[in-house]
């Protein structure tokens, strides 16, 4: 595995409004990453798509893995703590 996250192309949309356009990111071993924007941004939708919460357009990998397909078996390697509760749906 050479990228942790890889991100090509990703594309959600809410009706109208583009939340993730073309974004393109590699994330590899070892490095930290913040991610800061102003409201609607698309930080949270991007996280939901990173942990299999939401469907996308384009192509997505988490440790090796397709966030949507593979979400059971990603979830055996990845956490996610939210400092505010949310829920899928």
């Known amino acids: 595995m050479t990228n942790y996250i ?3 192309s990703l594309n959600k949309s809410f ?3 583009e939340a ?3 974004v393109n990111v590699t994330i590899d071993k070892g490095q930290i990453v913040g991610l ?3 409201n609607g941004a698309g ?3 991007l996280i939901n ?3 299999g919460l939401s469907s996308y357009e384009g ?3 988490v440790l090796g ?3 949507h397909s593979q979400r059971d078996e990603l979830m055996k390697e990845v956490c996610f703590i939210s400092d505010v509760a949310t829920l899928p749906g």
Request: net charge positive.
């Open 36 to 38: 800061i924007g102003s």
């Open 43 to 45: 930080k949270t939708t």
């Open 15 to 17: 009706g109208k409004f």
């Open 49 to 51: 798509a990173l942990l």
């Open 20 to 22: 993730l356009k073309d």
């Open 59 to 61: 192509e997505l990998s």
């Open 65 to 67: 893995l397709d966030p």
């Open 6 to 8: 890889s991100a090509k």
